[in-house]
């Protein structure tokens, strides 16, 4: 028997986990056919289906670089999917753009744009510290953020002392909370009573569950800051107050999922959405921690 597709919208969502709960989801963008996963194959078969039984052509990829990327290959195989439009809003490694197929389009700015400020720097000017997590991510930013670059495992607090007898005035920092909670890691450090370090921290991609954990840096650091890549597009943060303001790429996902029809027009301008293929008229390099970005709409009007 022949599904009834009339009167599904021509779109679906796909997330990573610990983001958006099924109930923000259907609160933000109605009913949608959306899957919460970080295997790359799972992903693939979902949105084979979705093609196949629903006739969707539209995918938003609110995933990681890794996923992203292990998903490119299995799109770019399948050529039925030629005429599907994808556009990722939380993967922003260079290696994964480098290599992105041509129907794949990205909302947001990439990592060596987000810490061109932080790069050719002499060394223990500002320290990086970064994930164990092994992704084209935070492989990127250990690679080429200023040094001495730790993994979080690696550091100690004598590690901390030496970068301060060296002059260390910055830390760069991007570490995850799930499956390990990685901020509490570099709290015990930093707050141990041996660490000399007072100085500032700069975290990359803070998101709301963890401003908490970074809360109690303030008590001894001079000050914390969080930086993000650049986002295209966004609704007002206060129409979504129970959405990570840190990072908008939620924000970003929402305001996609909602206005699908204006895909074909996001991607003329190429200032919005964007790939290797497509010459990008323009983005700001970096954005500070509560700041809204480039282009801001009205969640109850059209893009």
């Not at 005429?83 to 129907?103: E, L, P, Q």
């Amino acid at each position: 028997m022949k599904k009834n597709v009339k009167n599904v919208k021509n779109i679906a969502y796909i997330q990573d986990f610990f983001l958006l709960t099924d109930e923000q989801v259907k609160k933000y963008m109605g009913n949608i056919k959306f899957i919460t996963e970080e295997d790359a194959l799972i992903i693939y078969k979902f949105i084979v289906c979705c093609n196949k039984c629903y006739h969707i052509t539209n995918f938003c990829l609110n995933i990681n670089s890794g996923s992203l990327e292990n998903l490119n290959t299995l799109i770019k195989k399948n050529r039925k999917l030629d005429n599907c439009y994808f556009i990722a809003t939380r993967s922003n490694a260079n290696s994964v753009r480098d290599i992105i197929a041509k129907n794949i389009y990205f909302t947001l700015s990439s990592v060596d744009i987000m810490i061109d400020e932080y790069t050719n720097l002499k060394p223990y000017n500002v320290m990086t510290i970064v994930s164990d997590t092994i992704t084209p991510y935070y492989d990127q930013i250990y690679e080429i953020g200023p040094k001495p670059a730790y993994r979080i495992s690696e550091l100690t607090v004598e590690k901390v002392n030496e970068f301060v007898d060296k002059g260390g005035k910055n830390l760069l920092i991007a570490l995850r909370n799930a499956p390990v909670n990685e901020f509490e890691k570099l709290n015990k450090i930093l707050l141990d009573p041996l660490s000399k370090y007072s100085n500032f921290a700069t975290f990359i991609e803070l998101d709301l569950i963890d401003t908490s954990v970074i809360e109690k840096l303030n008590k001894k650091l001079s000050s914390t800051v969080s930086i993000a890549s650049n986002v295209s597009i966004n609704g007002l943060t206060d129409f979504y107050p129970d959405i990570n303001q840190f990072t908008l790429y939620d924000n970003c996902a929402i305001q996609l999922v909602n206005y699908f029809n204006e895909w074909e027009n996001f991607i003329k301008k190429s200032f919005i959405v964007f790939n290797r293929f497509t010459k990008i008229m323009g983005i700001a390099k970096i954005k500070r921690k509560k700041e809204l970005l480039t282009t801001t709409t009205n969640a109850n009007e059209s893009v």
